[in-house]
Structures are given as structure tokens and as C-alpha cells.
T-cell receptor, first 109, second 113 residues
Framework: ELKVEQNPLFLSMQEGKNYTIYCNYS?????LYWYRQDPGKSLESLFV?????AVKQEGRLMASLDTKARLSTLHITAAVHDLSATYFC?????????FGAGTRLTVKP | NAGVTQTPKFQVLKTGQSMTLQCAQD?????MSWYRQDPGMGLRLIHY???????DQGEVPNGYNVSRSTTEDFPLRLLSAAPSQTSVYFC????????????FGPGTRLTVT
């Protein structure tokens, strides 16, 4: 069964600091997604990672995928308050999609 | 181009009532799916469809029915609502081929009393 484990679940950061969110999954995957969700809102797509070694960057966020370790990371560089949100990873195997529990990120001045 | 739309935005039901959550898309995507989101648990897949006339169960299908008569619409039916179905429901579509980017609707907040 496809399982996705995300950690940490809660993350409080100072502005300007760096940190990494981890996403582990249990079985072979076709692709891995990272999403952002603001309170009361829908999910916003950040990255889609397809292959081993894939790295994508957008602004202060960078995502990578290691399919051999079944691990994806979302790295935050020099955090700013606007990045405060909940971040989810999700893994697809054929048509089955499983989400991590989410990381609630708070960036403090 | 509305993308993925869901109605209603909010709904309160009494235990045992039935209702249909509507989802429509204008992107001509074959793949559509329904998720529920409960606090601290992320999203869980209820049902999905890979095209008109084809549906399949996801991780948590019990208590829900779906059908797909057109590419555009994918309604989710609650047959006899239970308090355990209190949740936020999201519909999503996925672009065929390529990177398979997925688009989510705005969600329906359902409370069952």
C-alpha cells in the first residue's frame, strides 16, 4: 500500500533562515507533487517531479526527488512571512494518489 | 475559462440525508477525482474517473457514489450522510500526458449534524 510520511508536521521559522521539509513514500511512484495551501483555501500546485534526481526551483522554494531513497525534499531559502502556509507532498502510483499529512509552516519576523 | 468549479461552497446536512456535490471543469481533462480533507490528515482520495463512463474507488470510498456521464461533470453523492463525513471536499482534474499537473476546485465545506 502506498503511504506518504511528511515531516515535520509543524515548523516555526525565523525570517531569513533556511529549512527543509521531508517527504518519504513507501512504494514505487510515477510522480511526486508539492502543494501549498493557505487557510480556508484550495491547493496551489508548486512542483511536479517526475524522475530521479529531478530538481525544480521557484523563488525561495526548491524541490528535489530521489526515487531510490523514495524521498523528496522541499527546501526553503531565506524564509519570508509570505511563505507561511501548509505544504503538502503527494505521490501518484498509476491512478492512486496519496498525500502527506502536511507541514504547517509559520515564518516569524 | 472557469477551470474547476464546485457547488455548493457550504452545506449543512442532518444525519441520514442525501445530497450531491457538484464538480465541473472546462479544461477537457479526462481524469477527475474527489478528495476529502480532514484536520491533520492531508487529503484522501475518495473516487476517481479516467474518462466518461469509467469510475473507480480510491482510498476512502465507503458512503459515497460517483458517476461520469460527460467529460465535464463528476458529481459526488452522499447516500445517507453521517457525522463522520463532515469534511472539506475537493474535486480535481489532471492534465493528460506531460507532467500530469493537477488542478483543484475551491472546495465544499460539509457539516453533518
Amino acid at each position: 500500500e502506498l503511504k506518504v510520511e511528511q515531516n515535520p508536521l509543524f515548523l516555526s521559522m525565523q525570517e531569513g533562515k533556511n529549512y527543509t521539509i521531508y517527504c518519504n513514500y513507501s512504494t514505487t511512484s510515477d510522480r511526486l507533487y508539492w502543494y501549498r495551501q493557505d487557510p480556508g483555501k484550495s491547493l496551489e500546485s508548486l512542483f511536479v517531479l517526475l524522475s530521479n534526481g529531478a530538481v525544480k526551483q521557484e523563488g525561495r522554494l526548491m524541490a528535489s526527488l530521489d526515487t531510490k531513497a523514495r524521498l523528496s525534499t522541499l527546501h526553503i531559502t531565506a524564509a519570508v512571512h509570505d511563505l507561511s502556509a501548509t505544504y503538502f507532498c503527494a505521490v501518484v502510483n498509476l491512478n492512486d494518489m496519496r498525500f502527506g499529512a502536511g507541514t504547517r509552516l509559520t515564518v516569524k519576523p | 475559462n472557469a477551470g474547476v468549479t464546485q457547488t455548493p461552497k457550504f452545506q449543512v446536512l442532518k444525519t441520514g440525508q442525501s445530497m450531491t456535490l457538484q464538480c465541473a471543469q472546462d479544461m477537457n481533462h479526462e481524469y477527475m477525482s474527489w478528495y476529502r480533507q480532514d484536520p491533520g490528515m492531508g487529503l484522501r482520495l475518495i473516487h476517481y474517473s479516467v474518462g466518461a463512463g469509467i469510475t473507480d474507488q480510491g482510498e476512502v470510498p465507503n458512503g459515497y457514489n460517483v458517476s461520469r456521464s460527460t467529460t465535464e461533470d463528476f458529481p459526488l453523492r452522499l447516500l445517507s450522510a453521517a457525522p463522520s463525513q463532515t469534511s472539506v471536499y475537493f474535486c480535481a482534474t489532471r492534465r493528460p500526458g506531460g507532467i500530469g499537473e493537477q488542478y483543484f476546485g475551491p472546495g465544499t465545506r460539509l457539516t453533518v449534524t
